[in-house]
């Protein structure tokens, strides 16, 4: 049994990816991230050992209620470019994803982009879609967007550099990445074993079984957090 205590409040883990979230609908549509509660942001700082800064919004949240995936702002207070629009903070789902990097999926997802102009085409879409993305939240803002040819994530459009930052953008805009969809397709499921932490702001703490995977942390691509 999950204590709701600590939660996000849904009360269970039984579902997957597929049919939880808070992010957009099918077909790579308008995502739309729910503002972060104190809870939320208690979570996340649980979840990275740190507090989070830059924080737009949850754009998805594992079965266990909790945030999975962050929209943050493209530009820290101080006004230093961050680029990756949607950072994965579980770090359950961080581990798994670097175990399926260590198996070499990355290689061979390369090898593919250079032999499919289809999945070509829909990866530069992705791509395009997470520059769009990035712009609008810049002016949503009130701030200045970043600069023309600033890198996307994960190594979009021309390489496969990063699987945190792919299946986070599959997760808030279901549909969107393709190579995000793929490995997200190759997971366990990793909120089944209950919350990476607890999400109570006045006794946040870690789960022990969700250790943070040095090597998914220190992963290409995946910009320190906010």
Known sequence: MIDERCTGG??????????????????????????????DVAAVAAQLGRE?????GVAYRCPCGLPAVLETAPRLPDGTP????????CPKAASAIGTLEGGGVM???????????????????AHEDYLRRRDEAAREDGIEPLP?????????????KCLHALVAHELAVPGANPFGREALA????????GPCVCADPDNVHEDPA???????QNAPDAEEAK
């Open 210 to 216: 969700s250790q943070k995977d040095p090597a998914a």
């Open 52 to 56: 989070p800064r830059g924080i737009r």
């Open 82 to 89: 961050f680029p990756t629009l949607f950072y994965l903070t």
């Open 186 to 193: 190759a997971l366990p499921d990793w909120w089944r074993s």
């Open 148 to 160: 023309a040819g600033m890198q996307s994530a994960g190594g979009m459009p021309e390489r496969v």
């Open 107 to 125: 290689r061979e997802m390369q090898a593919r982009l250079a032999d499919d102009p289809a999945l070509k085409a829909g990866y530069t879409a």
């Open 10 to 39: 849904s009360g269970g883990a039984t579902s997957g990816p597929a049919t939880n979230g808070t992010a957009g609908t099918a077909g790579a549509a308008a995502a739309a991230s729910e503002p972060a509660s104190e809870r």
